[in-house]
């Protein structure tokens, strides 16, 4: 999008972070772990100082031959989050050995959830690079950033030093906000996780990019295609990240369920309906408060310090040796 500021582009991405980070503060949000480490933005700067370019890199690649990974990559970020906690065990597959039954097979996650072999492939660069070093679950989060990144979004600084978890919580997973969710189903489901309207709306802005299955859509597949068809979130620009996604629900052309409540249920006049257009008018202010709030659901419970682990492999915990 054109600038009518006339700043250079450095200058305008750094205006933005601190409003990201000043929106942070403002809404509450603090950057710990449940051990009380803090969460750092330098915290792989003498570890592996390469870890973001090596995260960029390999998604550069993947989008090449699927265009659909940036999306596909922060939808995972965000039912990690919203499952257990940001510890990456989302990522993990059943283990009957461990009592380990994966999140996939959650009904949220469930033959939709995708993007896990580009998580591999990044890990298995990083476990090169720098060896047991880089948690999953932090590639979930630069990973998604990235991803908004080279889709047209905001850029931000990321809090790094999230440890991984060793087990899976598939009654977490399986009241993931759902695409047909009402407004106050939502915002309780998002109040669970110390996140406001403002985030709510914000967050349910990913949806500007990106495809999803015609059953879950408001049309149910009714144009005739068959089940499992992809729809185009936002037909105009369906893979840039814009706030174009906020004009379709100010028309009632949203396609799921869930993003159109925010206008539409009855509750949303006096709570998500003025963000809603808010939003729709600025794209400036849309971007510096999805940082914002993608910075705040990153700090949701993670596993710092001494708790959980680096995973090796991002599909399995590390075997102990005893």
């Known amino acids: ?15 933005l972070l601190i409003a990201a980070l000043t929106l942070v503060l403002s809404h509450g949000a603090h950057a710990y772990g449940g051990s009380g480490t803090r969460l750092s933005y330098s915290f792989y ?25 940036p999306a596909s990559l922060i939808r995972l970020h965000f039912h ?14 059943d283990d009957v050995s461990l009592g380990i039954m994966s999140e996939k ?15 591999d492939n990044i ?15 932090d590639i979930l989060t630069l990973a998604a950033e990235i991803s908004i990144e080279l889709a047209g979004g905001p850029a931000w600084s990321v809090p790094l030093g999230r440890r991984d978890g060793t087990t899976t919580n598939i009654e977490s997973a399986k009241d993931l906000p759902s695409p047909f969710d009402s407004l106050d189903i939502l915002q309780k489901k998002f109040r669970n ?19 999803a299955q015609c059953q879950f859509t408001q049309r149910n597949c009714t144009a005739g295609q068959e089940e499992g068809t992809l729809v185009n979130l936002d037909a105009a620009t369906p893979n840039v990240f814009d706030n174009k996604y906020y004009g ?21 006049t006096a709570t998500t309906a003025p963000i809603v257009r808010r939003f729709s008018g600025n794209q400036k202010d849309f971007f510096a408060n999805f940082a914002a709030s993608m910075i705040k659901m990153g700090n949701i419970s993670p596993l710092t310090g001494r708790d959980g682990e680096v995973r090796k492999n991002c599909r399995r915990v590390n075997k102990k040796s005893y």
């Open 80 to 93: 990690d989050c919203f499952a257990n906690g940001c510890d990456g065990s989302l990522l993990l597959d």
């Open 123 to 137: 890990k298995r660069v990083l476990e090169i690079a720098c060896p047991s070093t880089v948690s999953c679950a």
């Open 105 to 119: 097979k959650a009904p949220g996650n469930y033959q939709s959830a995708r993007g896990f072999n580009v998580v």
């Open 1 to 15: 999008m054109a600038s009518s500021s006339g700043l250079p582009s450095a200058a305008r991405c750094s205006l």
């Open 193 to 211: 996780m110390g996140l406001n309207d403002i985030d709510l709306v914000a967050l349910q802005g990913a949806h500007t990019f990106g495809r």
């Open 248 to 268: 379709n629900l100010l028309q009632g052309r949203a396609e799921l369920p869930s993003d159109q409540v925010m206008t539409s249920d009855p509750i949303a």
């Open 45 to 69: 700067d003498n570890s592996c100082p390469s870890a973001r370019d090596i995260v960029r890199r390999v998604i550069q690649v993947a989008r090449i031959t699927d265009v659909r990974i």
